[in-house]
């Protein structure tokens, strides 16, 4: 029995028990997902599960509530049906129902990979192995996996979709010493990534993050990663372009403001890459434009913070939704904009240049990030961000730390490894009018810990950042 077969018999029920005045919609997702993780250089552990889960909305006497379940037998969807409608029963009125989305056609995705869906660990395994090989010696850690989903939807209007996906990533460290260094990517196909130069490259930085220096706190100017990006495209989503928050003026988001340096485009594209082409509620899902060179066009819904305050649904509903909200989660900053880097990209000169600063740099900056700093008097590069933390949401002032290599650049020239840096700075402020000095030419996918969602982003040279103290305080 397919998915869809599945969400129809669901409605079936819904129609014999709850009467003809309930209202209902039922997702029904299928799932492989895989994980091959590696530690002190080998791997030890494989993991694998395969499941079918079935979520059910109803809306009955002006009333709502929601149940799942993965007891996909006839008892099974039975007992789901009515404990949601007793349920539903005991919950209090909602007022604020928006109704269930319209019969309307749904586009199909553009990325399946039949390899990736079902892979085998001997494929993961590969990779790994390539990457501990790469790393030449270093300690390494981390994992591939594989992911493959199946799902449909059917409401009692009359509407269904139902589409398939499939997802691989890989993010592994490498250390030398007290010194790590990292490579992450995203793909559509397991065939895409490439173990051997993953490991090369975060093997290059760990050895060249030896040895660092201590800097004094305070505002320097930056270049960030595509791994150190994603994070602020992550604090974005979760916090600025959430329609929950929007509609709660708990968003700095004001659309129609030019909020952002021109050179900033974002758009939540989940047909490009590994993205279902409808949401929960069954809204058809295209490419959202959030910000348009440097101007914010919206935020993400679903079908209730749409009704909130004017507008539709983009297709962003999720079960967590209702207390987290809607939230982009395939967002890319844009390259088109600022495909050629702004500043001086002339070669500086090499008086007073460190010995070995040209092997320094070469191991530490692709040509893109490398192309960034060469206009860079004297700031820092920035590989990655992380255990951070949000202070004020409606400002978006996040706080953190660097980790896995940072790195001073003095006259367009990497010189010396640095410690790690405390930071507390305001994502929106970090990328206003006049602050982004440059764009990599390439985007790179980075993975997040939950399969499907991804942050794709080229390094970014930025005029400010603020330091605020070592790792340590």
Same mark, same amino acid.
């Given at each position: 029995?397919?998915?869809?077969?599945?969400?129809?018999?669901?409605?079936?029920?819904?129609?014999?028990?709850?009467?003809?005045?309930?209202?209902?919609?039922?997702?029904?997702?299928?799932?492989?997902?895989?994980?091959?993780?590696?530690?002190?250089?080998?791997?030890?552990?494989?993991?694998?599960?395969?499941?079918?889960?079935?979520?059910?909305?109803?809306?009955?006497?002006?009333?709502?509530?929601?149940?799942?379940?993965?007891?996909?037998?006839?008892?099974?969807?039975?007992?789901?049906?009515?404990?949601?409608?007793?349920?539903?029963?005991?919950?209090?009125?909602?007022?604020?129902?928006?109704?269930?989305?319209?019969?309307?056609?749904?586009?199909?995705?553009?990325?399946?990979?039949?390899?990736?869906?079902?892979?085998?660990?001997?494929?993961?395994?590969?990779?790994?192995?390539?990457?501990?090989?790469?790393?030449?010696?270093?300690?390494?850690?981390?994992?591939?996996?594989?992911?493959?989903?199946?799902?449909?939807?059917?409401?009692?209007?009359?509407?269904?979709?139902?589409?398939?996906?499939?997802?691989? +990533?890989?993010? @592994?460290? #490498?250390? !030398? =010493?007290?010194?790590?260094?990292?490579? *992450? $990517?995203?793909?559509?196909?397991? &065939? %895409?990534?490439?173990?051997?130069?993953?490991?090369?490259?975060?093997?290059?930085?760990?050895?060249?993050?030896?040895?660092?220096?201590?800097?004094?706190?305070?505002?320097?100017?930056?270049?960030?990663?595509?791994?150190?990006?994603?994070?602020?495209?992550?604090?974005?989503?979760?916090?600025?372009?959430?329609?929950?928050?929007?509609?709660?003026?708990?968003?700095?988001?004001?659309?129609?403001?030019?909020?952002?340096?021109?050179?900033?485009?974002?758009?939540?594209?989940?047909?490009?890459?590994?993205?279902?082409?409808?949401?929960?509620?069954?809204?058809?899902?295209?490419?959202?434009?959030?910000?348009?060179?440097?101007?914010?066009?919206?935020?993400?819904?679903?079908?209730?913070?749409?009704?909130?305050?004017?507008?539709?649904?983009?297709?962003? +509903?999720?079960? @967590?939704? #209702?207390? !987290? =909200?809607?939230?982009?989660?395939?967002? *890319? $900053?844009?390259?088109?904009?600022? &495909? %050629?880097?702004?500043?001086?990209?002339?070669?500086?000169?090499?008086?007073?240049?460190?010995?070995?600063?040209?092997?320094?740099?070469?191991?530490?900056?692709?040509?893109?990030?490398?192309?960034?700093?060469?206009?860079?008097?004297?700031?820092?590069?920035?590989?990655?961000?992380?255990?951070?933390?949000?202070?004020?949401?409606?400002?978006?002032?996040?706080?953190?730390?660097?980790?896995?290599?940072?790195?001073?650049?003095?006259?367009?020239?990497?010189?010396?490894?640095?410690?790690?840096?405390?930071?507390?700075?305001?994502?929106?402020?970090?990328?206003?009018?006049?602050?982004?000095?440059?764009?990599?030419?390439?985007?790179?996918?980075?993975?997040?810990?939950?399969?499907?969602?991804?942050?794709?982003?080229?390094?970014?040279?930025?005029?400010?950042?603020?330091?605020?103290?070592?790792? !340590? =305080?």
């Amino acid at each position: 029995m397919t998915e869809l077969d599945l969400a129809g018999q669901v409605m079936e029920l819904v129609r014999r028990l709850g009467g003809p005045g309930a209202q209902a919609e039922a997702t029904v997702l299928r799932s492989d997902l895989a994980l091959t993780r590696f530690a002190n250089s080998f791997i030890h552990q494989n993991v694998a599960e395969s499941g079918v889960s079935v979520r059910l909305r109803l809306h009955v006497d002006g009333r709502t509530a929601a149940g799942g379940g993965s007891v996909v037998t006839p008892d099974g969807l039975r007992a789901l049906v009515e404990r949601t409608l007793a349920a539903a029963r005991l919950c209090p009125p909602d007022p604020a129902w928006p109704g269930l989305t319209p019969p309307a056609p749904t586009p199909s995705t553009t990325a399946f990979d039949e390899a990736t869906a079902y892979a085998d660990p001997d494929e993961r395994a590969e990779r790994v192995r390539a990457f501990v090989a790469a790393a030449g010696g270093l300690e390494s850690a981390g994992y591939c996996r594989t992911a493959y989903r199946s799902a449909a939807f059917a409401n009692s209007t009359g509407h269904s979709a139902s589409d398939r996906t499939a997802e691989a +990533a890989m993010d @592994g460290i #490498a250390r !030398s =010493g007290s010194a790590d260094g990292v490579a *992450r $990517l995203c793909a559509d196909r397991l &065939a %895409d990534l490439d173990g051997a130069a993953l490991g090369a490259r975060a093997s290059a930085k760990a050895r060249a993050a030896a040895d660092p220096v201590e800097l004094p706190p305070g505002r320097y100017e930056v270049v960030l990663e595509s791994a150190a990006v994603a994070d602020l495209l992550q604090n974005l989503s979760w916090y600025g372009f959430n329609g929950k928050r929007y509609a709660e003026r708990q968003s700095f988001a004001e659309p129609g403001a030019a909020q952002f340096d021109p050179s900033v485009t974002l758009v939540d594209d989940p047909l490009g890459a590994s993205g279902l082409p409808f949401d929960v509620e069954g809204t058809p899902r295209e490419a959202l434009t959030l910000v348009d060179a440097g101007t914010t066009r919206g935020v993400a819904h679903d079908r209730r913070t749409a009704a909130e305050v004017g507008a539709t649904s983009t297709g962003h +509903a999720t079960p @967590g939704a #209702a207390t !987290s =909200g809607p939230m982009p989660r395939n967002l *890319r $900053l844009s390259t088109a904009s600022g &495909a %050629d880097a702004r500043g001086s990209t002339d070669a500086p000169g090499a008086a007073g240049t460190p010995p070995g600063a040209a092997g320094l740099a070469g191991a530490v900056a692709d040509g893109d990030t490398a192309e960034l700093l060469a206009g860079v008097r004297r700031g820092l590069l920035v590989s990655d961000l992380w255990y951070t933390r949000v202070l004020d949401p409606k400002t978006l002032v996040v706080t953190g730390l660097t980790r896995n290599g940072v790195w001073l650049v003095e006259d367009g020239t990497v010189t010396r490894a640095v410690r790690d840096l405390r930071f507390t700075e305001s994502y929106p402020r970090a990328l206003g009018p006049g602050a982004v000095l440059g764009l990599g030419r390439h985007a790179v996918r980075q993975p997040d810990r939950f399969d499907g969602v991804w942050w794709e982003a080229p390094s970014l040279r930025l005029s400010s950042w603020n330091f605020t103290g070592g790792a !340590s =305080g």
